[in-house]
Each structure stands twice: as structure tokens, then as C-alpha cells.
């Protein structure tokens, strides 16, 4: 297993410009999301899904953008960067349906995002 | 809205002492997790507390959660120098796997 992988690892935008930081698992987990960290704080929750077809925003969407086609896969749009979108970007996955295995959540290895 | 209160915010610690971090939440909650973060680096996990008077321990680290106090506490035994890294709470809504966090507190083992 692979477990949780994100790409790009680091990423420079310029103001205006839009990428998709990309999320894939291979644990068959329906439950998948995305949080972003800034220096010296916690974790905030962007998006997140529980399931093909299912979205929800988080704490802090806007100016994001998500969608989930398929269970392995949860990419993040950002579409139109902003320097305050400066961030590390971290994805995970967990079980969702049954009680006893939704315990333990997999963080990717996050995307280091800069925008000038 | 659930919010999550750690700490200190910074500990600076003697090799061999011990010592606690605080990790206070606003409502009910059926799980709390511990993570670990070293620098540039993704979260480990560390624990999962699920129920009242929860107690789970590997190594130098201990967590015990009260769920009517709203507070879990990890214990670090005889710091040592690798323990050096910043550590987080993150508390799971009722609703499901959401995660609120805390804001972590660093730690530093100085020998």
C-alpha cells in the first residue's frame, strides 16, 4: 500500500493563477479530506467527502474547490491563488461507514504551496 | 462550534523530567487524537482516545482523556532529545471524521 499520496510536493504560483494539488489513496477509504496548515498553528479543514459523488466544505473553503469522482481520488482547485492561499496543504483518508474502523485518519505527506 | 484549546503553546524541557500538555475542547466529542509533527514533515499518529478515563501509553508517552472535564492530557516521561517536535490534539465532531485541532505545542529536549 502506497497509503496517502499528494502531488506536487512544492508548488510556487503567481497571484491569480489556478492549479489542482492532486490526493490519492489506495486503502479504499470513503472518506477523504483536505486541510491546510499555516506557520506556527493547526490543521484547518478546507473540503471534505465521504464518498464518490459527496462534498462538503470545512472551516475555511473559500476560494477552493473540490470534487470526487472516484473513491481513490480527492483533488483541490485552487482558482484563482492569493498569497493569503500560501500554505501546506495536507490530504487524508479514513474509513467512514463502520463505527469501529473510522478511528484512525492518514495524512498525505502535504504540498508546499506558495504564492507571490 | 467546537474549538480546541492546547497547552502551553512552547515547552522547554530537561532531559530525564516530565511533563504535561493540555488539551481542552467545547463539546461532546466520541474520539481524540494525538499526532506528532516534526519539521517539514506530515503528522504521525500517536493516539486515539475513544472513551471516558481512556489511558493509552507507548514508550515516554502516556494520554488519558476525561471526556465531562472536555480534557485530554499526553505525559512525557524522562524527556529525551528525540521527542523534540511539535505536538498536536485534534478533537472529532459527533457529525462524523471531521477534525478541529488544536494549535500545537512545540517541544524542545534540551540535554
Known amino acids: 500500500n502506497a497509503g496517502v499520496t499528494q502531488t506536487p510536493k512544492f508548488q510556487v504560483l503567481k497571484t491569480g493563477q489556478s492549479m489542482t494539488l492532486q490526493c490519492a489513496q489506495d486503502?479504499?477509504?470513503?472518506?477523504m479530506s483536505w486541510y491546510r496548515q499555516d506557520p506556527g498553528m493547526g490543521l484547518r479543514l478546507i473540503h471534505y467527502?465521504?464518498?464518490?459523488?459527496?462534498?462538503d466544505q470545512g472551516e475555511v473553503p473559500n476560494g477552493y474547490n473540490v470534487s470526487r469522482s472516484t473513491t481513490e481520488d480527492f483533488p483541490l482547485r485552487l482558482l484563482s491563488a492569493a498569497p493569503s492561499q500560501t500554505s501546506v496543504y495536507f490530504c487524508?483518508?479514513?474509513?467512514?461507514?463502520?463505527?469501529?474502523?473510522?478511528?484512525?485518519?492518514?495524512f498525505g505527506p502535504g504540498t508546499r504551496l506558495t504564492v507571490t | 462550534e467546537l474549538k480546541v484549546e492546547q497547552n502551553p503553546l512552547f515547552l522547554s524541557m530537561q532531559e530525564g523530567k516530565n511533563y504535561t500538555i493540555y488539551c481542552n475542547y467545547s463539546?461532546?466529542?466520541?474520539?481524540l487524537y494525538w499526532y506528532r509533527q516534526d519539521p517539514g514533515k506530515s503528522l504521525e499518529s500517536l493516539f486515539v482516545?475513544?472513551?471516558?478515563?481512556a489511558v493509552k501509553q507507548e514508550g515516554r508517552l502516556m494520554a488519558s482523556l476525561d471526556t465531562k472535564a472536555r480534557l485530554s492530557t499526553l505525559h512525557i516521561t524522562a524527556a529525551v532529545h528525540d521527542l523534540s517536535a511539535t505536538y498536536f490534539c485534534?478533537?472529532?465532531?459527533?457529525?462524523?471524521?471531521?477534525?478541529?485541532f488544536g494549535g500545537g505545542t512545540r517541544v524542545l529536549v534540551k540535554p
Open positions: 487524508a483518508s479514513s474509513y467512514w461507514r463502520y463505527p469501529g474502523k473510522r478511528h484512525e485518519q492518514y
Open positions: 486503502m479504499n477509504h470513503e472518506y
Open positions: 467527502s465521504v464518498g464518490a459523488g459527496i462534498t
Open positions: 463539546t461532546t466529542s466520541d474520539r
Open positions: 482516545l475513544l472513551s471516558n478515563g
Open positions: 485534534a478533537v472529532a465532531g459527533t457529525a462524523g471524521n471531521k477534525l478541529t
